[in-house]
């Protein structure tokens, strides 16, 4: 396994980090995680335009830029040019002295790995999501390595046996531990605005730029707990995720076993069709 690591490609045993990155000692960093497909790393511009705006948020001075043959050389070397991979990318404010404040000066640490991935066909099973409180920050659209809120309502999930967290905030649901949220109702797409609630995931700009094409109605508005039993349908998204149909969203049931809901099928072929095409840029 090869990692990329400040301008080097190393074998992963030997990818060191100082315990003094402030990676390690804050979560203080942003990171990226794409995959490629036969044609391309899917919306590779869209995945690196969000790591450089996230950077930006936190004044981590990079230029994505400097990346892009860093990952050629890193996905020829892991053998995947052009191979069906999954790509990790993180970036940190670097090594400094452990003081809260961002230290002047210091250099970026850039991380980059690639495993071999087959991203499945849409995923055909559904997902049984708890609700869990939204105990998270209020910065949730920054991409940040500090994942915590994240992987503790993911955990829930899964210790009791469900797929998905669902988070619910003031009453609000904002989106997954990983994924975003949408809903159905009456044939229109409903989703959580993207503010600092939630993580403005590429996958759901997907959905939301299908929609268009394919002349479903949407409204980017909060949507209440109390209203889960009006909606129609309901589906995660994500990079890995794609477009899942939800079957459980705590108490509710959404259709019956395996029947996906109209809209959600309509979105997931459109989708489907989407990474046969060259999304590469
Ligand atoms: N929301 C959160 C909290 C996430 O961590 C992710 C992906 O990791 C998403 C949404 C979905 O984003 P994307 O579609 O860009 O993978």
Known sequence: KKVYLNGEILDSHDAKISVFDRGFLFGDGIYEVMVQ??????????????????????????DVRDIDDAL??????????????????????????R??????????????????YELPPINPKRMKAIIESDFRWHRCDIKSISLLG???????????????????????????????????????VITHPADEHIL??????????????????????????????DMDEAF?????????????????????GDEVGRTTKKLQGAFALLREKDTAE
């Open 37 to 62: 497909l036969e044609n391309g790393i899917f919306y590779k511009k869209a995945h690196l335009d969000r790591l450089q705006d996230n950077l930006d948020k936190i004044s981590i001075l990079f």
């Open 72 to 97: 050629i050389g890193l996905l020829s070397a892991s053998g995947l040019s052009q191979k069906s991979s999954l790509i990790y990318m993180q970036v940190t404010r670097g090594i400094a002295p």
């Open 99 to 116: 003081k809260h404040a961002y230290p002047k000066g210091a250099a970026a640490s850039v991380m980059m790995y690639a495993l071999p």
């Open 150 to 188: 994240n992987i503790m309502t993911n955990e829930a999930a899964m210790e009791s046996g469900n797929d998905e967290a669902a988070l619910v905030r003031n009453g609000i649901l904002t989106e997954g531990s990983h994924t975003n949220i949408f809903f159905v109702r009456d044939g229109t």
């Open 200 to 229: 403005n995931g590429i996958t759901r700009k997907i959905v939301l730029q299908l929609c268009g094409e394919l002349g479903i109605p949407v409204m980017e508005r909060p949507l209440r707990e109390e209203e889960i039993p």
């Open 236 to 256: 995660f998204t994500g990079t890995t995720t794609q477009i899942a149909s939800i079957s459980q969203l705590g108490d509710h049931s959404f259709g019956h």
